[in-house]
């Protein structure tokens, strides 16, 4: 069993014993190709609830900032993340980013790029936009709601992949690409079971 595989079944282990976790909308999730996968960010849980409700592998960024932890560094490669410097354009982020992508693979994004504070959606960022733009991939809503509290229930929703053809033959920009992503996820959030 790979590192990933071994994680995702313990972290699935520990978060159903302290949540009621239900996924919805698995089928919207692709079998195969690239997939974008963009989700609301309200904790630090989020990457590992995402990857284990998701039923393909999913590569997440992380922040730089931990792979420069002694044990992180060499686990967080193993688990599929890669390191983006917050609060700039990383250029070899979003390189790996679009090559996780055109290898067919699923890269997971929160596009507000940290987590809420008042559990409200905030502002998506461009690069979520730009991922969708720049790449074929499929993009997929995902919407996280509920309380990290022991017992109660968290939902995990998987809209359908939103079309981005026309966008791209228009040559949108990625700030228009990224509030289309954080519209369907608000419609998403809006239409999950509380």
Known sequence: MNLYKFGKAV???????MYRVEIQG???VPAEGGILLCSNHINNFDPPLVGVAAPRDVHFMAKAELFSMPVLKT????????????GM???????NGLGILKEGKVLGLFPE??????GELGQGLAGAGFFALKSEAAVVPCAIKGEYKRG??????????IDFTE???QKASAKDATNLIMLNIEKLLKESVS
Do not use: H, W
């Open 11 to 17: 972290c699935s282990a520990y978060l159903k014993s």
């Open 113 to 118: 790029g940290t987590r809420s504070k008042t």
């Open 152 to 161: 109660k229930k968290i939902t995990v929703s998987f809209g359908k992949p």
């Open 75 to 86: 686990i967080l490669p193993m688990i599929n993340a890669f390191p983006v410097k917050r």
């Open 167 to 169: 966008m791209r033959v």
């Open 26 to 28: 698995i089928e919207n």
């Open 89 to 95: 354009s990383d250029k070899q982020a979003l390189r």
